[in-house]
């Protein structure tokens, strides 16, 4: 309706309507400006019945769309609770494969990623051994008690250079997995990559003398 033309009520198609009209006080012209204020009264109501609809369909719509974008936003807390969740069960099962990587330049051996450094990890429970206490025999002849993990043996720890080659090469995986997990900057991890595939890919790996295969890993 907003975009009607009011029809020329004089014109011929018209003029039985405006001979209903006219009379002794209402000739053919005046009968004309009635029927077109008849129209004007009638399209104004049908603008007005229109805009109210419209409004009222917007509203609906503005409500719907708002309720599509609260379930959204429910799936998504939902959907994203799940996965910390999930998270942090395959952290609990898998503590091996979520150890911190230092990158504040801190040194740590090769051994801890192997499978036999992951197995004395998995074995040791920070929340109970640190507070274990074990009976310690003094130089004096004195029994004291310390801390268990004081009395844990540090030498069963390998350094890099004494790695097998099997021992190296599940040490290197494991560690470029976690530095990934732990978002290493990208860089860094492919200097690691080159140069372990460099060390694996030397003529001295393939050598029948054990000498040249120790001085590669006492090398890396």
């Not at 200097?191 to 006492?218: D, Q």
Request: aromatic share 8%; charged share 35%.
């Amino acid at each position: 309706p907003n975009l009607a033309v009011r029809p020329d009520f004089s014109s011929e198609d018209f003029a039985e309507a405006r001979l209903q009209l006219t009379s002794d006080t209402v000739d053919d012209n005046q009968a004309a400006r009635i029927l077109g204020s008849l129209w004007d009264i009638q399209n104004a109501r049908d603008i007005q019945r229109w805009n109210a609809r419209r409004e009222e369909d917007e509203h609906r719509a503005r409500a719907l769309a708002e309720q599509e974008a609260e379930e959204a936003a429910q799936q998504q807390r939902r959907l994203r609770e799940e996965a910390e969740a999930a998270l942090a069960e395959e952290r609990k099962k898998n503590k091996a494969k979520y150890a911190p990587v230092p990158d504040k330049g801190e040194y740590c051996e090769l051994y801890f990623f192997t499978n036999d450094g992951l197995a004395e990890a998995e074995s040791f429970n920070p929340s109970i051994d640190d507070e274990a206490l074990t009976l310690l025999k003094t130089d004096n002849g004195q029994h004291v008690w310390v801390p268990a993990t004081n009395t844990r043996d540090k030498s069963a720890i390998i350094k890099d250079e004494d790695l097998t080659w099997e021992q190296f090469g599940e040490a290197s995986v494991r560690l470029l997995e976690a530095m990934r997990e732990h978002d290493w900057q990208e860089d860094r991890i492919e200097m690691h990559v080159k140069f372990w595939t460099a060390l694996e890919t030397h003529p001295w790996r393939r050598s029948p003398l054990n000498l040249l295969k120790r001085a590669l890993l006492l090398y890396q």
